[in-house]
Every structure is written in structure tokens, then in C-alpha cells.
């Protein structure tokens, strides 16, 4: 229970830039020599993909939306007073519960102007005190929310290559029950759309109503490929039934009067109430933070929902509105829309030097942005100096040691090496990390991202030894985290015991990176880079049959998706 909360948490509070120099990286090299790293996938196409309905004219599923793949937080579950009775609390603990968690919704709000170290160490430091009165409160029943948890989540959660092992799936009932959740969610979205509903997926399944018959029709349809000792898992997994009313609450995030909201069902704010046209002070705020939530997780889509949201309830020129731009364009830049996102910083920029001045921390993150879209049209001169600009602001109002310092750092040293500056990107790249690792700690997704950068860098450069060192520390840190990005310093080692010859050690990470790829997903197209370079090592050792055998993997996997894209509508 503590580990996914944790998990959360991180994802709630750490925001990166997405590197270039990551972007690419894990399917294209080859064995020897090393291969060049092909051109990063054309985003606005990318972005038209995404907005298309998972069985829109065209093109095929790219999955379930997230509100359907939602489980439910437990920071959350303690927000519903049915849950906390569910459990039998009395109201000293109860109260002890609520206390903690309205601690860690005050944590985790957009607060204007605070520095990014600070609010880090202020959100770390409500989840560790949130952890600890869960624990110290529940004792025992610890069991009983997790769970209520599996019933909020429902059974095609437990059909993912995460969970399968609790209830020890085979690959047959896996590819079997994906068909399964794929048919019932088209055949849902399908006969919503032919009675005239006319959304998108991602709104479509935020409904309590159609992601309560989701969970329900697929479960019932899922349950019959279970054996009898895995139902028996199953009835053991999600314990006694909730009453009606209470999963509905478990399954749609909506809280109590205390408690906060969740991904699937925001709070509804009144247009027009409050003052400054738009609703309340604090519901643009709110707002904001959804969009940075959503952003961290990977869902830009939604961080785009949420800014807009925002911006509809900051109709006045003010600071906060200015925030929301920034948000906006933060999701943006993700997904690829760099002229949208320059529009969006114009705005914020012309309300912040007329309501903060030249030198404050919103300056600095926009124009931190703005170097961004300078990177996505390939301007890199104009990138490096905006980034620059921003490094000088920050220096001066968030520190030189800040986060939002190294983020400038990483984002210069990255650009560096795209100008084949390789010293300058040493330099920067060495101090990102050397900043991030004094303020986020050794162990940190971030970390891990400049230490792979790093080591990158080093491949580049011939420096096996520091490569191998930054390498291998990307490797432990992602591994510790269960991140997947795990695959990056896999290849990257995989890469660089090949360029020094050294086979055996060669073999060994290629099969480990290869085993993680099809773990992940099964038939993915993930599993082509490692399958040839390991085809391509074994080749070089003299192990032609084993070679072969491996070659023919691949053939067979790249067929086998030609043949799938060949099929889609």
C-alpha cells in the first residue's frame, strides 16, 4: 500500500524536461558499430494520433484512457468518510486521518512564487507524515484498504504485466483478456457515439457512470478465464463487497466535504461565483495544479485540459492567469506544439513584468519554456541563449544551486551536444547533475536522468570508464525507483561493453534489456533493438545457431507487427 502511495507522490512532484538526447535512444542503436540515433518522431503527428477516439476512423487503439486505468490512491480512499467507516475507525481516528490528509492537500497546491526546492521538500515531507498516520492509525486494517482499493480499481487492472503475478496470470489469459477490455471499451464508446455523444475518449471515461459499466461488464467477461484457484485469489484480493454507493465513490474519486479530488472526477467549481468572472480565488489555482499533476505523469493531453480550465476560471490579468498560460504552454511544448506554446508564453510574459517585474521566478520559467520551443524548431543557438537568460535569472532569484538552475544546466549541456560542443556539454551536463543530486538526493528519477545523460555523453567521447560509472549509476537508480526508463542505461551499458569488445558482459545486459522489453509488453516493438544487437553479439562470439535462432526472433516479431498495421481500420 505504501509503495504505490509513494509512487504517487513522486509523480506528483517531480516535473522534467524530456530530454532529447534520451528521446530515441533505447530502439535505435546497433550492435557494431554503433548506429546513428534516428530523428525524433514528428510530434504535430503524434499529437493528431493522440486526439484521436482509441477506435476513431483510421487508426488503431493506442490503449485504455487513463481515467479507466485509474487506482484509486490512498490518499484519497482516506478522503471518503464511507471508507474510514468501511474500516470501523473510531472518531479519534478518523480525525487523526483527516488532519493528515488536509496537510498533504495543502502540500501539494501550486503555491506562486515558492521555490521549487522548498516546495519539494515541503510535499516530501507531508507524504512521509501522511505515511506514517496511515500506518500508525490503521494498523491491521491496512489489508482492508487495500482491498477496497482492488474493487475501486477492478479486475482488468490486474491483467497488466505489473500485476498478473497476484493472480498468476498465463501469456494466453494476458493477450486473451487485453482483447477482452479492448472489445468492451469500443463497444461501450461505440454506442455512446452512435447515440449522438459527441466527446473524446478521455471525457467519455471520466463519467462515474460509463467507467462504473466498464469496470462491471469487463469484470464479469474476465472472471470466466480465471481457474478456480485464481477466482479464489481474486475473492481474497478484493475482500468483502462495498455497498453500492461506496464503490461508486472508491471508483470515481469523489471525497468528502475535507477531502480533495482525484483524476476522474475534479471538483465542479461555480462559474460564477466568487469574485474576479470565474469562480473562487483558489479554483484556477487548483486548476494549475492538476495540469502540473497531469504533466508529471505523462498525461499532456489532460495537462492541456486542466490549464484551459484554469484560464477560463482566470479571466482577469492577473498573476494567477499568468500562471495558467505557463501551464498551458508546459503542456504544449510535450506535445510537440511549439508555435501554440510561444503564443501562450507571449501572454504570460506581458502580464508578469507588468504585475511582478523583471526578476521573479515566473520570468525565469517562461522563458526556461520558451528556450524549449526554440529546441523543438531546431533553433539551437536561440535555445542556448534563452536557456542562458533563464540560468542568469534563476541564479539570481531562486539560487545557483536551485533545481530550476540545473534544469537550465541540462537543458544547455543537451543542446551543446547537438552543436558538437562536447567540453561545454561536460561542463554543463556535470554541474545538472551535481546541483540535482545536493537538492533532490542520491536516489531520484531526475538524478538518474542526468546521470544518463552523462554517461551518454562520455560513450561519445570515448571515456568508456566515466561512461560506465554514470551508466551503471542510472542503471541502480531507476532499478531501486521500479522506473520504466530502466531500458535506457540498460542499452546504454548493453552499447557500451560492445564498443570495448567485452562479450560476455556484452550478452548479459543485452538478455537483461531484452527480458525487461518483453516483460513490459509482449509482441512490442520495443523488443526489436535488443534482439538484434544480442543477435549481432552471439554472432561475433562464433555462437552462429544461437545467433540464428535469435535473428529468426526478430524476423518473426517484425513480421508479425507489419502484419497487425497492415490490419488496422
Same mark, same amino acid.
Given at each position: 500500500?505504501?509503495?504505490?502511495?509513494?509512487?504517487?507522490?513522486?509523480?506528483?512532484?517531480?516535473?522534467?524536461?524530456?530530454? &532529447?538526447?534520451?528521446?530515441?535512444?533505447?530502439?535505435?542503436?546497433?550492435?557494431?558499430?554503433?548506429?546513428?540515433?534516428?530523428?525524433?518522431?514528428?510530434?504535430?503527428?503524434?499529437?493528431?494520433?493522440?486526439?484521436?477516439?482509441?477506435?476513431?476512423?483510421?487508426?488503431?487503439?493506442?490503449?485504455?484512457?487513463?481515467?479507466?486505468?485509474?487506482?484509486?490512491?490512498?490518499?484519497?480512499?482516506?478522503?471518503?468518510?464511507?471508507?474510514?467507516?468501511?474500516?470501523?475507525?473510531?472518531?479519534?481516528?478518523?480525525?487523526?486521518?483527516?488532519?493528515?490528509?488536509?496537510?498533504?492537500?495543502?502540500?501539494?497546491?501550486?503555491?506562486?512564487?515558492?521555490?521549487?526546492?522548498?516546495?519539494?521538500?515541503?510535499?516530501?515531507?507531508?507524504?512521509?507524515?501522511?505515511?506514517?498516520?496511515?500506518?500508525?492509525?490503521?494498523?491491521? @486494517?491496512?489489508?482492508?484498504?487495500?482491498?477496497?482499493?482492488?474493487?475501486?480499481?477492478?479486475?482488468?487492472?490486474?491483467?497488466?504485466?505489473?500485476?498478473?503475478?497476484?493472480?498468476?496470470?498465463?501469456?494466453?489469459?494476458?493477450?486473451?483478456?487485453?482483447?477482452?477490455?479492448?472489445?468492451?471499451?469500443?463497444?461501450?464508446?461505440?454506442?455512446?457515439?452512435?447515440?449522438?455523444?459527441?466527446?473524446?475518449?478521455?471525457?467519455?471515461?471520466?463519467?462515474?457512470?460509463?467507467?462504473?459499466?466498464?469496470?462491471?461488464?469487463? =469484470?464479469? @467477461?474476465?472472471?470466466?478465464?480465471?481457474?478456480?484457484?485464481?477466482?479464489?485469489?481474486?475473492?481474497?484480493?478484493?475482500?468483502?463487497?462495498?455497498?453500492?454507493?461506496?464503490?461508486?465513490?472508491?471508483?470515481?474519486?469523489?471525497?468528502?466535504?475535507?477531502?480533495?479530488?482525484?483524476?476522474?472526477? &475534479?471538483?465542479?467549481?461555480?462559474?460564477?461565483?466568487?469574485?474576479?468572472?470565474?469562480? &473562487?480565488?483558489?479554483?484556477?489555482?487548483?486548476?494549475?495544479?492538476?495540469?502540473?499533476?497531469?504533466?508529471?505523469?505523462?498525461?499532456?493531453?489532460?495537462?492541456?485540459?486542466?490549464?484551459?480550465?484554469?484560464?477560463?476560471?482566470?479571466?482577469?490579468?492577473?498573476?494567477?492567469?499568468?500562471?495558467?498560460?505557463?501551464?498551458?504552454?508546459?503542456?504544449?511544448?510535450?506535445?510537440?506544439?511549439?508555435?501554440?506554446?510561444?503564443?501562450?508564453?507571449?501572454?504570460?510574459?506581458?502580464?508578469?513584468?507588468?504585475?511582478?517585474?523583471?526578476?521573479?521566478?515566473?520570468?525565469?520559467?517562461?522563458?526556461?519554456?520558451?528556450?524549449?520551443?526554440?529546441?523543438?524548431?531546431?533553433?539551437?543557438?536561440?535555445?542556448?541563449?534563452?536557456?542562458?537568460?533563464?540560468?542568469?535569472?534563476?541564479?539570481?532569484?531562486?539560487?545557483?544551486?536551485?533545481?530550476?538552475?540545473?534544469?537550465?544546466?541540462?537543458?544547455?549541456?543537451?543542446?551543446?551536444?547537438?552543436?558538437?560542443?562536447?567540453?561545454?556539454?561536460?561542463?554543463?551536463?556535470?554541474?545538472?547533475?551535481?546541483?540535482?543530486?545536493?537538492?533532490?538526493?542520491?536516489?531520484?528519477?531526475?538524478?538518474?536522468?542526468?546521470?544518463?545523460?552523462?554517461?551518454?555523453?562520455?560513450?561519445?567521447?570515448?571515456?568508456?570508464?566515466?561512461?560506465?560509472?554514470?551508466?551503471?549509476?542510472?542503471?541502480?537508480?531507476?532499478?531501486?525507483?521500479?522506473?520504466?526508463?530502466?531500458?535506457?542505461?540498460?542499452?546504454?551499458?548493453?552499447?557500451?561493453?560492445?564498443?570495448?569488445?567485452?562479450?560476455?558482459?556484452?550478452?548479459?545486459?543485452?538478455?537483461?534489456?531484452?527480458?525487461? =522489453?518483453?516483460?513490459?509488453?509482449?509482441?512490442?516493438?520495443?523488443?526489436?533493438?535488443?534482439?538484434?544487437?544480442?543477435?549481432?553479439?552471439?554472432?561475433?562470439?562464433?555462437?552462429?545457431?544461437?545467433?540464428?535462432?535469435?535473428?529468426?526472433?526478430?524476423?518473426?516479431?517484425?513480421?508479425?507487427?507489419?502484419?497487425?498495421?497492415?490490419?488496422?481500420?
Amino acid at each position: 500500500m505504501f509503495y504505490r502511495m509513494r509512487a504517487f507522490a513522486v509523480a506528483v512532484i517531480v516535473v522534467g524536461v524530456a530530454s &532529447p538526447f534520451v528521446a530515441g535512444q533505447a530502439e535505435n542503436d546497433k550492435a557494431d558499430p554503433p548506429a546513428k540515433k534516428a530523428p525524433a518522431a514528428d510530434a504535430k503527428k503524434k499529437k493528431a494520433r493522440d486526439d484521436l477516439p482509441p477506435f476513431g476512423k483510421g487508426k488503431a487503439a493506442k490503449g485504455l484512457p487513463v481515467a479507466l486505468t485509474y487506482w484509486p490512491p490512498t490518499s484519497q480512499l482516506i478522503g471518503i468518510d464511507e471508507v474510514l467507516r468501511e474500516l470501523k475507525l473510531d472518531d479519534k481516528q478518523q480525525d487523526t486521518l483527516k488532519k493528515a490528509q488536509k496537510a498533504y492537500q495543502d502540500a501539494m497546491l501550486f503555491q506562486p512564487g515558492m521555490n521549487i526546492n522548498d516546495r519539494l521538500k515541503k510535499q516530501q515531507e507531508a507524504v512521509n507524515k501522511l505515511e506514517e498516520a496511515i500506518k500508525d492509525t490503521l494498523k491491521d @486494517k491496512t489489508k482492508r484498504l487495500d482491498q477496497i482499493a482492488a474493487q475501486g480499481a477492478g479486475l482488468h487492472a490486474y491483467f497488466t504485466p505489473a500485476r498478473r503475478q497476484q493472480l498468476e496470470l498465463t501469456d494466453e489469459q494476458l493477450t486473451k483478456g487485453k482483447a477482452i477490455i479492448d472489445a468492451t471499451y469500443k463497444e461501450l464508446y461505440d454506442n455512446a457515439m452512435k447515440g449522438g455523444l459527441k466527446t473524446s475518449p478521455a471525457v467519455f471515461a471520466r463519467s462515474p457512470e460509463n467507467r462504473g459499466n466498464f469496470i462491471n461488464q469487463s =469484470t464479469i @467477461k474476465l472472471l470466466e478465464l480465471l481457474t478456480k484457484e485464481q477466482n479464489k485469489r481474486w475473492l481474497d484480493i478484493v475482500g468483502d463487497p462495498l455497498q453500492p454507493e461506496v464503490l461508486l465513490k472508491v471508483r470515481t474519486g469523489t471525497t468528502s466535504g475535507f477531502g480533495g479530488f482525484g483524476p476522474i472526477n &475534479p471538483p465542479i467549481f461555480n462559474p460564477k461565483g466568487g469574485p474576479g468572472k470565474g469562480g &473562487p480565488p483558489g479554483a484556477a489555482a487548483t486548476r494549475i495544479t492538476a495540469s502540473q499533476r497531469a504533466l508529471a505523469m505523462g498525461n499532456y493531453a489532460e495537462a492541456e485540459t486542466f490549464a484551459r480550465q484554469a484560464l477560463d476560471l482566470a479571466k482577469e490579468p492577473t498573476v494567477v492567469r499568468g500562471e495558467a498560460l505557463v501551464a498551458l504552454a508546459a503542456a504544449q511544448v510535450k506535445l510537440g506544439r511549439a508555435a501554440d506554446a510561444e503564443s501562450s508564453l507571449k501572454d504570460a510574459m506581458a502580464l508578469f513584468e507588468k504585475k511582478v517585474g523583471p526578476y521573479n521566478p515566473r520570468i525565469a520559467a517562461a522563458l526556461t519554456l520558451q528556450g524549449d520551443c526554440a529546441d523543438l524548431r531546431g533553433q539551437l543557438e536561440q535555445a542556448d541563449k534563452l536557456h542562458r537568460k533563464a540560468l542568469e535569472l534563476n541564479e539570481k532569484v531562486a539560487g545557483a544551486n536551485s533545481g530550476e538552475a540545473a534544469v537550465n544546466w541540462n537543458a544547455i549541456g543537451l543542446i551543446a551536444i547537438r552543436q558538437q560542443k562536447l567540453a561545454e556539454a561536460e561542463l554543463a551536463l556535470r554541474k545538472a547533475l551535481e546541483i540535482r543530486e545536493n537538492t533532490l538526493g542520491k536516489v531520484h528519477v531526475i538524478v538518474a536522468q542526468s546521470a544518463f545523460n552523462l554517461g551518454q555523453l562520455y560513450r561519445n567521447l570515448k571515456k568508456y570508464k566515466e561512461a560506465e560509472q554514470n551508466g551503471l549509476r542510472a542503471l541502480d537508480i531507476y532499478s531501486q525507483l521500479d522506473h520504466p526508463d530502466v531500458v535506457l542505461p540498460m542499452n546504454l551499458m548493453s552499447s557500451l561493453y560492445v564498443e570495448q569488445k567485452r562479450w560476455n558482459e556484452a550478452e548479459k545486459q543485452t538478455q537483461a534489456w531484452l527480458q525487461l =522489453t518483453e516483460k513490459a509488453a509482449k509482441d512490442s516493438a520495443s523488443s526489436l533493438a535488443p534482439l538484434d544487437r544480442l543477435a549481432s553479439i552471439l554472432t561475433t562470439m562464433g555462437r552462429a545457431e544461437e545467433a540464428a535462432a535469435v535473428d529468426q526472433r526478430r524476423k518473426s516479431l517484425r513480421d508479425k507487427l507489419a502484419a497487425a498495421k497492415k490490419t488496422m481500420p
